[in-house]
C-alpha cells in the first residue's frame, strides 16, 4: 500500500455511450484514495488521480464489464497510429452482445408486423418475442446491476429492463421483446457511430511516421541506413527522409534542398523551401528532394506530438453546457423511477382508474408507467453536446487551429470585441531596415544609407546590442549588419536588457548602447532636429525609426519597415462581417506609424504607444464596453495581455520561438495567417448552434412522447425507436462539424 498520490490515463474500450462513461466515472470515483477520476467518452481516456495501485482501478473498470487497454510505460506519449473502423456489419458482428442483438432482431420481426402492425395474436408470436427479450436481456440487465451495486446508480439499462419485466408481468410479450431488441440496436448504433467520430480524431494523428531511416555511422565508413522506431531516436540522430515521404522528427536539415508542405500541422498548403540549417517539423510531407536531418527533439517533444495532447487534453475539458447536461442526468433518472411509479399507482388508487389493462384500446396505468420509464431514456441529450464539441474542435485542428476546450469555444462564439498586436502579428513580423542616418554622415542626402563609415558604426553598434534581443526590430537589425558584413566588428554588448515597450540597452566597450522609440529619444535623449523631423516623416509614411545612443549621446536613426500581410487585410474585413463590435490594433509603436498601418489593414480603432501594463488596460477597457473580448498576439510581450482578455490567442505555433505561447494560450493559430480567426469564429457558432438544435430536439422529443403516454396514445416501442432515432440524429448532426468548409484563403 502506497501513499503517494500518483496521476495517470488508462484508455477505456467497450463504451456504448456516454451513460456507460458516468457509471465507469462513478464508480471508480466511489473507491478509496481515488482523488480525481474523468472519463471522456470521446477519447476513451480515463484520468485518475489516486493513492491506489493501477491495478485496483483496472480491476473495478472490468468488474463493470469493460476492457482496459494497457498502456506502454515507454510509449505512451508517443501518438499510436489509428486502427481502422469496421464497416457496421464487421462491428456488429465482432461483439457477443450485438451479435445476440442481431438475432433478436429477426425474431421479433413477424411481432412487429403481424401483432403491432396488423394486431393478430398468436401464441407462436408471442414465444418467438420472448426469445428475443431472453437473448438481449442478459448483458442490459447485467450492467444494470453491476452500475447499481458498484456505482450505486440507477442508469438507463435499470430503466430499460424493469419496463421490460413489467411489460412481461401485464402480458405485453411483443413489446416487452421489441423494446428489448431496440435498446440493444440503438446502443450498438450510437457506440459505431461515435467510434467513426474518435476515428476522425485520431487521423489527426496519422501524419506522424512510426518508423524512420536513421542514417548510422558505426557500421561501415560511409554510412549506412536502419529503420528504427521512432521512439529509439536520440538528439542529434541523423535520419533520411526520402522525398515524398513525411518527415518523422522535428529537426534540422543537416544536407540535402527540398520543398516541404507543413498543412497537416498549420493546415495551410503551401511549399516551404528547406535548405541546410532550416528547422522542419514531424508531420510535414517532405517534396522533391532528399534531406538528411538532425533530430532535434525526442518523439514524445515533437510540435505535432504536444498539440495531439494539447488536442486531446482539450476535449477532455467540459464546457459550461456539457456539465450542466451531465449534472442535469444524475439527478434525473431516479426523479424519472419516482414519476413513473406515482403515475402507475395513483390514478388506479384515488381516481378508480384501470391498474393492469394491457388492451391497447385503454391502457391500463401501469402500461403508462412502465412506457415512460422508457420515454425518459436521456440517451440523446447525454451525446449531443460532446459530439458536437469534439467534432468543431478537430475540425479545427484539422486546420491548423489549437481550441483548448469547449469553454473556449463557447467564449469565440459570442465574441464580441478582438484586439490585435501589430507587430510580427497583423505585419508579417518580419521587419527590414530601410535607411540609416548617422550624425557625422558624409552624404546625409543619400538614403538608404551611403557607404559611409559613421553610419555602418551605427548599425554595427547596435547588432552589439540587439542580438541578445528577442524582438522582431532586433532581428532585422542584425540581419542588415549580416548582410552588409558588419555583425562581427564589434563583439556582442554586455549586461543586455529590453525596456520593454521602450527599447533596449547594452554595455559596449564599457559605454551604454541605447537603442529605442523616438517617444522615448523625446524625453530622455538629446537628439538632432533634422535626425527628428526626418523619423517623424518615416513614421507618417508608415514605416518604424529606433534611435540609438552611446554614453547617453545621440549617434543615428535606424528606420525600419514592416510590411501588412494580405491575409490580415482579408481577416480583418471578414471580422467585421461576422459582426464584431470591435476590431482594434493595439501597438508599442509610435502614433503615425501605427495609424497608417491601420488604416492599410481596415481596423476600426488603433491604440498606439502602449506599453504592456497599457494594452492590458486597454483589453480591460474593451471587455468593459463591449463584452466576450479576444487578444491575438505573438506571445512574446503580449503575455499578460492575452491572458487578461475572455480568449487569448498566440500565433505561429509551427514557426519555432515561443512554443511555451502554445502551451498557455486559450487558441493557438499553427500558421500566422489570420484568416483562421473568422474561419474559427464561424465554426465556433456553428457548434453552439448545433448544440443548441441538438438539446431541443432530444428534449423535445421525450417531451412529445411523455405526452403521447400519459394520454395512453404512446407504445413503448415506438418510444425506444424515437430514442435510438433522436440519439443517431443528434450524433450525425454534431458530426457534420467535421465537414465544415473553409472559405477560400
Ligand atoms: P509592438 O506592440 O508593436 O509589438 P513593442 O511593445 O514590442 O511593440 O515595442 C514598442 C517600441 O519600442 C518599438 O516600436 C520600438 O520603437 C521600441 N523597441 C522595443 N524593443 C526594441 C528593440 N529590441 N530594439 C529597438 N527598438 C525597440
Ligand atoms: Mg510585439
New binding site residues.
Given amino acids: 500500500m502506497t501513499n503517494t498520490s500518483d496521476e495517470y490515463t488508462l484508455t477505456i474500450r467497450g463504451m456504448d455511450c456516454a451513460n456507460c462513461a458516468r457509471s465507469i466515472e462513478s464508480a471508480v470515483g466511489q473507491l478509496d484514495g481515488v482523488q480525481l477520476c474523468e472519463l471522456t467518452f470521446a477519447t476513451e481516456r480515463l484520468r485518475v488521480a489516486t493513492t491506489l495501485p493501477r491495478e485496483a482501478i483496472v480491476a473495478r473498470v472490468q468488474a463493470l464489464g469493460y476492457e482496459v487497454v494497457a498502456p506502454d510505460a515507454n510509449n505512451a506519449a508517443v501518438p499510436a497510429a489509428p486502427t481502422a473502423v469496421p464497416n457496421f456489419l464487421a462491428f456488429m458482428w465482432s461483439r457477443l452482445e450485438t451479435r445476440l442483438a442481431l438475432l433478436g432482431a429477426i425474431l421479433v420481426l413477424p411481432g412487429i408486423f403481424l401483432h403491432e402492425i396488423l394486431g393478430l395474436d398468436a401464441l407462436w408470436i408471442d414465444l418467438l418475442a420472448l426469445l428475443a427479450l431472453a437473448l438481449t436481456i442478459v448483458p442490459v440487465a447485467k450492467s444494470a446491476w453491476r452500475a447499481l451495486t458498484l456505482s450505486r446508480q440507477l442508469n438507463i439499462n435499470a430503466l430499460m429492463t424493469i419496463a421490460a419485466v413489467g411489460a412481461v408481468v401485464i402480458g405485453a410479450y411483443v413489446e416487452a421483446g421489441l423494446v428489448m431488441v431496440l435498446f440493444a440496436l440503438g446502443e450498438a448504433l450510437e457506440g459505431y457511430t461515435s467510434s467513426r467520430a474518435r476515428h476522425a480524431i485520431k487521423s489527426l494523428m496519422e501524419v506522424v511516421p512510426q518508423t524512420a531511416l536513421r542514417l548510422s555511422t558505426s557500421c561501415c565508413e560511409s554510412g549506412c541506413e536502419e529503420r528504427v522506431p521512432v521512439a529509439q531516436l536520440r538528439v542529434g540522430d541523423v535520419i533520411v527522409v526520402r522525398p515524398g515521404e513525411r518527415i518523422p522528427m522535428d529537426g534540422t536539415v543537416y544536407a540535402g534542398f527540398s520543398a516541404v508542405n507543413q498543412a497537416p500541422l498549420t493546415g495551410e498548403s503551401r511549399l516551404i523551401e528547406k535548405e541546410p540549417g532550416a528547422a522542419v517539423l514531424a508531420g510535414s510531407i517532405n517534396g522533391e528532394g532528399s534531406l538528411e536531418v538532425t533530430v532535434s527533439k525526442l518523439a514524445a517533444d515533437t510540435t505535432i506530438a504536444r498539440m495531439i495532447r494539447l488536442v486531446e487534453e482539450a476535449q477532455e475539458r467540459r464546457a459550461p453546457v456539457q456539465r450542466f447536461v451531465d449534472r442535469f442526468a444524475t439527478y434525473y433518472t431516479p426523479a424519472i423511477v419516482v414519476l413513473a411509479l406515482l403515475i402507475a399507482a395513483v390514478p388506479p388508487l384515488f381516481f378508480g382508474q384501470p391498474f393492469l389493462n394491457p388492451d391497447p384500446e385503454t391502457f391500463g396505468w401501469l402500461y403508462r408507467g412502465l412506457a415512460l420509464l422508457v420515454v425518459a431514456c436521456p440517451c440523446a441529450l447525454v451525446i449531443s453536446t460532446p459530439v458536437s464539441l469534439v467534432s468543431a474542435m478537430s475540425t479545427a485542428a484539422r486546420n491548423g487551429i489549437l481550441i483548448k476546450g469547449g469553454a473556449v469555444l463557447e467564449q469565440l462564439s459570442k465574441l464580441r470585441a478582438i484586439a490585435f498586436?501589430?507587430?510580427?502579428?497583423l505585419?508579417s513580423g518580419r521587419p527590414a531596415v530601410v535607411a540609416v542616418r548617422s550624425i557625422g554622415c558624409v552624404d546625409p542626402g543619400a538614403v538608404p544609407f551611403a557607404q559611409c563609415a559613421s553610419c555602418e558604426e551605427v548599425l554595427a553598434l547596435?547588432n552589439a546590442?540587439?542580438r541578445r534581443?528577442?524582438?522582431?526590430?532586433?532581428h532585422a537589425?542584425v540581419l542588415a549588419a549580416e548582410e552588409r558584413g558588419l555583425h562581427t566588428r564589434i563583439p556582442a554588448a554586455e549586461g543586455v536588457q529590453?525596456?520593454?515597450?521602450?527599447?533596449?540597452i547594452g554595455r559596449v566597450a564599457g559605454r551604454d548602447v541605447l537603442?529605442?522609440?523616438?517617444?522615448?529619444f523625446d524625453h530622455d535623449v538629446l537628439h538632432d532636429p533634422a535626425h527628428c523631423s526626418a523619423a517623424l516623416q518615416d513614421a507618417d509614411a508608415g514605416h518604424?525609426?529606433?534611435m540609438v545612443s552611446v554614453g547617453g549621446a545621440y549617434v543615428g536613426t535606424?528606420t525600419l519597415a514592416d510590411t501588412v500581410r494580405d491575409s490580415s487585410r482579408t481577416a480583418v474585413a471578414r471580422l467585421k462581417e461576422l459582426g464584431l463590435a470591435a476590431v482594434v490594433m493595439?501597438?508599442?509603436?509610435?502614433r503615425s506609424?501605427?495609424e497608417r498601418i491601420g488604416a492599410d489593414v481596415g481596423v476600426s480603432e488603433v491604440r498606439a504607444?502602449?506599453?504592456?501594463e497599457d494594452?492590458v488596460r486597454a483589453v480591460e477597457a474593451l471587455k468593459q464596453q463591449h463584452g466576450v473580448t479576444a487578444m491575438v498576439?505573438?506571445g512574446?510581450?503580449?503575455t499578460p495581455a492575452l491572458a487578461t482578455a475572455h480568449v487569448g490567442i498566440a500565433i505561429g505555433g509551427a514557426h519555432g520561438g515561443t512554443n511555451q505561447a502554445m502551451e498557455t494560450a486559450d487558441v493557438t493559430l499553427m500558421s500566422d495567417d489570420l484568416r483562421r480567426l473568422p474561419f474559427a469564429i464561424k465554426l465556433s457558432r456553428a457548434a453552439m448552434r448545433t448544440v443548441g438544435v441538438n438539446i431541443a430536439l432530444s428534449i423535445g422529443i421525450k417531451l412529445v412522447f411523455l405526452v403521447l403516454v400519459l394520454l395512453g396514445m404512446g407504445t413503448m416501442w415506438m418510444a425506444v425507436l424515437a430514442d435510438m432515432g433522436t440519439s443517431l440524429l443528434v450524433t450525425l448532426n454534431g458530426m457534420r462539424l467535421l465537414r465544415q468548409p473553409r472559405d477560400e484563403m
Fill in positions: 498586436d501589430k507587430t510580427g502579428t505585419t547596435a546590442v540587439e534581443s528577442e524582438h522582431p526590430l532586433a537589425i529590453a525596456i520593454v515597450g521602450r527599447g533596449v537603442i529605442g522609440s523616438h517617444r522615448y518604424t525609426p529606433v535606424i493595439l501597438t508599442g509603436d509610435q506609424t501605427a504607444e502602449l506599453l504592456p494594452k498576439g505573438d512574446i510581450n503580449d
